[in-house]
């Protein structure tokens, strides 16, 4: 699913951890947790669940005040 789909429905927390961790290779289990109550990718693993465009989504579209 495109995150522009689930992109709303995620919590606050990991918005703001995702926006000051751009590219991270691994994401703390809560953000996971997030993005798979949002809607989102998951994996059982703190490993990278977001594509390129998904972070290119982040950085550029993405708005501070949700």
């Known amino acids: 699913m495109e995150i522009f789909m689930w992109w709303l429905d995620l919590d606050l927390a990991s918005k703001e951890w995702l926006r000051e961790n751009l590219r991270a290779a691994e994401m703390p289990l809560p953000v996971l947790k997030g993005i798979a109550e949002a809607g ?5 693993k703190a490993a990278v669940v977001l ?16």
């Open 40 to 44: 989102g990718p998951h994996s059982d």
């Open 51 to 66: 594509t390129a465009a998904d972070w290119d989504f982040i950085e550029t579209q993405s708005e501070f005040v949700d």
